[in-house]
């Protein structure tokens, strides 16, 4: 795989799309008894998801200040019940595995008919959940913006669709992602869908992706990824004066963390080999093009970083978190959780968390065996539950409890009971980039996004200088133009 991200980000987690989204649970077929509940049978494993007409219309964007957004929208989570769930109150997992908002919100959620217990509202939090229940959750969903640069298409014929992704699109939903991504935006102003993900980049990664049209195209590439036939360059801007000559490097790589998405070299890490080779020098930086062998997470980067020459511009592995010499040779002198802690609070001092995507909670909890959890990116969507569209029934509230959460203190029943009886809920006014006009939306009761303002990162903050520049197959070759950052004469 090509430089892939780290972990799912956040609240959702989706299979690859290809296959068929996850429904509602079966109808009731018999009278239940005095006291009993309705529990849906299994579901069959689904083979992915994907996404249709009512998908695509669930909201719309619009452009601004050099940014896609996405106004808000409704949107349900669903999940059956864990296994580690079964004799615990509905209450019980809410203070444990959900721990963002307070327990406050969850009440004044189910007072609102947003939770569903096999589709019945729920009225008593302190429910016993029993194996194969259905857990629906309704939020007010707010996605992060992303550049507004649009998807080249490079190649469209019968088998594949290849595009120039630019930098900050994830390429499938994850996290607090769903339309802002690759695959949203080509269903939604391209009509292609039912596109099967070949290979992934990074969020921050920009360049050539591949998506087969079937599933015979996907399974022929994929033998050639698994027998290592594929050929990948890359092209990045580093600090420094890069070594004129060809560079090695194959020092083993682990994984920090998965929800946070760090990794490091470490001795006990995956066996990988990168070659470097310096393309230009304009005194301050040097142009690379990097040739990776293997695909192991964050595989270039980290490499970088341990040769002294990390991205310029790379909100992880280029901070000072990791000490004076930023991570070169591997000395950082601190632990992966003093690591992780001081990356957050590095990006917190330049109110910067949502391009990183690093939340406090990750660092708070012990969950990193749990199926919730944030990272700046996603590669284990391809890995999620099938059966699950989401494993987290309120994961996208995660996502609010950040160090501006106070500017909302919804933290008492009072306070949410005040704002779900609130019949006047106004609006929010969002400036449509295409037609000039302000549209209202409405906002939330319970939204504590609503009530947040965030600094909208610019559009030079989304672009990290690392570039997949060509991928070639046995019976193919994609390339994409050389981005400016990488012009020999360029200058910041």
Partial sequence: MAEPGPGPAGGEEEPVPGGKEEAAPAPKK????????????????STGVSFGAAHFAETSYYFEGGLRKVRPYYFDFRTYCKGRWVGRSLLHVFSTEFRAQPLAYYRAAARAGRLRLNEEPVRDLDVVLKNNDFLRNTVHRHEPP???????????????????????????????????????????????????????????????????????????????????????????????EFPEHEVVCEEPILVVSYKVGVC????????????????????????????????????IRVHLQYLGHPIVNDPIYNMEAWGPDRGKGGKIDKTDEELLKALVEEHRSKQSLDILGILEEDLNSSAENKDCGNSSDCTKSAQADP???????????????????????????TNLETLEKNKELGSCEIQDGQTGEKSSEEKDPLCVECKITRRDPSPKELVMYLHALRYKGAEFEYCSKMPEWAMEDWEE
């Fill in 264 to 299: 490091r070299v470490d001795p006990k890490g995956k066996p990988c080999k990168t070659i470097f080779q310096r393309l230009s020098y304009n005194g301050k930086t040097s142009v690379v093009k990097c040739l990776p062998r293997t695909g192991r997470t964050h595989q």
């Fill in 30 to 45: 018999r009278r239940l008894a005095a006291g009993e509940r309705y529990v849906p049978p299994p579901r069959k494993l």
């Fill in 387 to 413: 059966i699950n569209e989401n494993s987290c029934p309120a994961k996208d509230t995660k996502d609010l409890e950040r160090n501006d959460t106070a500017a909302c203190p919804l933290n008492s029943d």
């Fill in 146 to 240: 992303v550049t507004a640069q649009p998807i080249q298409i490079l190649v469209e014929d019968n088998e594949m669709v290849v595009v120039d992704k630019p930098s900050s699109l994830p390429v499938h939903p994850c996290g607090r992602f769903r339309h802002n991504t690759v695959i949203f935006i080509l269903g939604k102003e391209h009509d292609l869908k039912e596109l099967h993900t070949i290979h992934r980049l990074d969020r921050m990664t920009s360049g050539v992706l591949m998506f087969a049209k079937t599933a015979e195209v996907s399974k022929r590439i994929d033998e050639q990824v698994r027998e290592r036939q594929l050929e990948k360059e890359y092209v990045c801007r580093v600090v420094g």
